[in-house]
């Protein structure tokens, strides 16, 4: 057997790992529904990834689509979009937290706002580096 797609084959072995670990867990401690019907989805998810990773039509079909200009270009966009929602959260939220610790006097509320100001922090410079980097090398 030869695997033509190893990216979609590691991701279907932590699937069917992770569903299968799942379905051992709820043996031991007890079937509940919500876990059962996750713990199947990620074990089919997962099967068929590494079928089709196996696959050599398929894996060819996975890896055309994954190089298509108008799919990267739809990733990129989500992305930018994905930053931009969580650094606009969570500057609100640390500004709420800012203001709440203020009005209430709790130190734990500063040190989660602080922390999420650390974060957005880190969000924007990095985004600033990527973008010098890529406008000197483009």
């Known amino acids: 057997m030869k695997i033509y ?33 996750t713990a199947l989805l990620c074990l089919l998810l997962g099967i068929g990834s590494l079928l089709r990773s196996l696959s050599r039509d398929m894996a060819r079909e996975d890896i055309l689509e994954e190089r298509d200009e108008r799919n990267r270009l739809v990733a990129l966009k989500y992305r930018s ?7 606009g959260v969570s500057f609100v939220l640390m500004c709420l937290l800012f203001l709440l610790s203020k009005t209430s006097g709790q130190q734990s509320l500063l040190s989660v706002g602080l922390g999420l100001g ?19 090398h483009t």
């Not at 797609?5 to 709820?26: E, I, P, Q, R, Y």
């Open 5 to 37: 797609h190893k990216k979609n084959f590691a991701v279907g072995l932590g699937l069917s790992l992770l569903g299968a670990a799942n379905l051992g867990l709820m043996v031991w401690k007890g079937w509940q529904v919500r876990e059962t019907v």
């Open 81 to 87: 979009s994905a930053l931009r929602l969580t650094q």
């Open 118 to 136: 650390l974060a957005l922090s880190v969000s924007i410079w990095g985004e600033l580096g990527a973008e010098l980097y890529h406008q000197k």
